[in-house]
């Protein structure tokens, strides 16, 4: 086995026994006499934080970094000094920990302030539930929060030895984050403690109530638990089973919670004395059940079977409360060690219930999230850790596994006003401004990174803090689209810059139309037309969309001069608009009339000609419109002409379909708006040239580095053109390709 060593001069792989002693001695060399913003001192602090981190289990390197993290608030450029005296391990673990820290206590919900609203309250929950997984998704190495977490715990314990009031916020952020997280990673005693701790500073009144109804009883309870066990115990040997029986310490904050959660007095609590029975397999599970309720009287409504009849979080046992010898009830709760092990460490989560309040204890949630499950196994791992021979080699060891444990695929990043924001992977401080605010998205065009400068597709990392800077008006830019320049990695902040362009690009084209019609109006000497009766007379809902259909050539200026002209008149001059619709195409083109491929139901002779509105191909959906002098005009059902048209003359309309296939082709316009670049048009006529699909005509224009481009081509059939347009989507910088 080949070894490599630090720059400690220690063997990798050979625990260092003198690191811990030097790291403090370290502290007391560079911050003797510094002391924390709690009051502690520097060294008190590391002390308290090894003895609570030796319970753990924890090596050495975790330990040296416990010692060496407040250091950078006292030694300048401490960091590079403590890399070359304890090695690249203890110092990632120190930045580790000291970027754990830059998470600030939430912001209200204490429990003295109003009862928040539903909304708020909804908010509150989401930003914690982000905050508890940023804690563990930015620190990559499990022991950073470990050390994270005792160093809140030795914080706690100080300040009530020296009976100081911890800082606004603290005891909080403890309930709402650190505690939590205890339980998650399955470390019942630091959890106990944490919430014990906490609940003393947050609520002192009720703390201090339900700690004198125990300790009223303290010793008794004690006692008539351990002769209820041993009684218990004499029992099952008499009956051949192998048990373990333990008590349930009840911890303060427990207690007030399940009354809380239950609307129960103190005297109505059963579980304030309690013990489980693990036992080897589920029959052994009724036997004890049998046992005890012969041993002590059950109270029947409080009997819950969660073996047969599960939680919906998938968690077993069997629960009775019973009536014991001195006349006040106690709980028992039965299990084999595999429904032992999954509720303490597998999906089922017990921790879904414990953190969930009231509607938790009804079993409501369950735990079927991906990041549920890694939790678990980051649990079973540090499980498996304290359980582990040492001395056996290992391929990598647990907390190696535990370094490269990743909980989930979002990055967590901070407002200035220490907000949490969840994005995707690969995310940009463009998606963070979309996802604050859509008109913040749009009018970003700047971003600090904790206080430095960035371009704005720089991806962001976990734990980072991000200020945008917008300008007061504007819109995003089109380069944003572009997936090759890395701006937008979030598809929801993708949609809302392409609504911003669909928008503008409808306020382009009403721009146009209206100018078009203004210049219809002036050459007709009516420019005091009201607007909206024109566009009312002409079908349209707004004058808006007259605007449009006209920029669009959807709808002919030939129908706008004739109702200037005729305001009494009826309908507008059908045979201009089948002028306009029916004029004759190519001479290739079926449009010429003839032989058009459309048989007309009930008149085979009728001449048929293609509108050039929406140039139908089938298999479009058609209809025919007998015009006057021209035969019947084709469109397609859904063409706006054509309703226009039905809507003013219905009797006109007469039902056609597509006649047998022949090899005619039909005229088709296709409309492709894509980030201007030299060969695009060469290569989206590429694409039109291998389809076998010929092209008549082309019209371009570039604005603002967008190329908006114009095909008429000639099909067989519009499943040739729909196939042809999803190949042209797929070329560099085209953004959307569409039959017009």
Known sequence: MVTSTDVTGRIAGIPDADLVDRALAYVRERAADAALPTGESVLSHAEGMLRILDGLRVDDAARAAACLFPLAEFVPDSEPDIEASFGEDVARLVKGVRQLLRIGAIAGGHADTPEPSKNEAQARHEQVEALRKMLLAFAQDIRVVLVRLASRLQSLRWLAQAKREPLPGIARETLDIYAPLANRLGIWQMKWELEDLAFRFEQPDTYKRIARLLDEKRIEREGYIASAISRLQSELSAAGIHAEVSGRPKHIYSIWKKMRGKELDFADLYDVRAFRVIVDDIKDCYTVLGIV??????????????????????????????????????????????????????????????????????????????????????????????????????????????????????????????????????????????????????????????GTMVPLNTPLKNGQTVEIIAVKQGGPSRDWLNTELGYLASSRARAKVRAWFNALDSQETIAQGRALIDKTLQREGKTAVNLDDLATRLGFKTPDDLFAAVAKEEFSLRHVEHALRHPEGEAQALVSEE???????????????????????????????????????????????????????????????????????????IQTEWGKKSDAVYPVDIHVEAIDRQGLLRDISEVLSREKINVTGVKTLSSKGVARMQFTAEVSEATQLQRALSIIEDVQGVLQAKRK
């Open 293 to 450: 309720h012969h041993i002590w009287q059950p109270i029947p409504r409080e009997f819950d079977d969660y073996i047969s009849r599960p939680k919906s979080n998938g968690y077993k046992s069997l629960h009775t409360v019973v009536i014991g010898d001195d006349g006040r009830a106690f709980e028992v709760q039965i299990r084999t060690h595999e429904m032992h092990h999954f509720a303490e460490y597998g999906v089922a989560a017990h921790w879904r219930y414990k953190e969930a309040g009231s509607k938790g204890y009804a079993g409501q949630f369950s735990a079927s999230e991906r990041y549920d499950e890694k939790i678990a196994w980051l649990r079973q791992l540090l499980a498996w850790k304290d359980d582990a021979d040492h001395s056996v080699a290992h391929d990598e060891s647990p907390w190696e596994q535990l370094k490269h444990a990743a909980i989930d695929d979002h990055i967590y990043v901070l407002t200035p006003q220490a907000r949490v924001v969840a994005l995707p992977q690969g995310a940009t401080p463009v998606d963070f401004a979309y996802y604050l605010h859509s008109d913040l998205g749009h009018r970003c065009r700047g971003a600090r990174v904790d």
């Open 579 to 653: 002028d306009a619709v029916t004029k004759k195409s190519r001479a290739t083109s079926v449009a010429r009339g003839a032989k058009s491929g459309v048989l007309v139901v009930g008149v085979d002779s009728l001449m048929t000609q293609m509108s050039r509105c929406c140039k139908p191909a089938p298999p479009d959906e058609i209809v025919g419109f007998v015009t006057r002098g021209r035969g019947v005009s084709i469109h397609r059902r859904n063409c706006h002409t054509f309703q226009q048209l039905s809507a003013r003359a219905p009797e006109r309309v």
